[in-house]
């Protein structure tokens, strides 16, 4: 089975820019569904994912991205990119990839393999 790692984490200022990587091991991220998914300070992981990319590498977008969002993959590097932008505070979260077989869908409860997740901070 695939394994997944993110890494690109860290501590940003508001406005700031990160990206994120989720490297696949065990299998190759152009054979899945890669999401990302993201656990706030104190919450439960969200329901749905904020960004996903096709085998086909059709992105999808969760609704309240504003355009903040770039999801991107890699395949000779077996990794898939998250660019997060003009990052907030609210922002701040632990932030997961996650594989699944089949079509796009932003359902965490869809998705099979899971990262240990990287922390993202967003403060001044």
């Known amino acids: 089975q695939v394994q997944l790692v993110e890494s690109g984490g860290g501590w940003v200022q508001p406005g700031g820019s990160l990206t994120l990587s989720c490297v696949a091991s065990?299998?190759?991220?152009?054979?899945?569904?890669i999401g990302w998914f993201r656990q706030a300070p104190g919450k439960e992981r969200e329901a749905f994912g904020i960004?996903?990319?096709?085998?086909?590498?059709?992105?999808t977008y969760y609704r309240d991205s504003d355009g903040r969002l770039t999801i991107s993959r890699d395949k000779a590097k077996n990794t898939v990119y998250l660019q997060l932008n003009s990052l907030k505070p609210e922002d701040t979260a632990i932030y997961y990839c996650?594989?699944?077989?089949?079509?796009?869908?932003?359902?965490?409860?869809?998705?099979?393999?899971w990262g240990q997740g990287t922390q993202v901070t967003v403060s001044s």
């Open positions: 996650a594989a699944r077989s089949g079509r796009p869908n932003l359902r965490q409860d869809l998705y099979d393999y």
């Open positions: 065990g299998g190759s991220v152009g054979d899945y569904v």
């Open positions: 960004a996903c990319i096709s085998s086909s590498d059709e992105s």
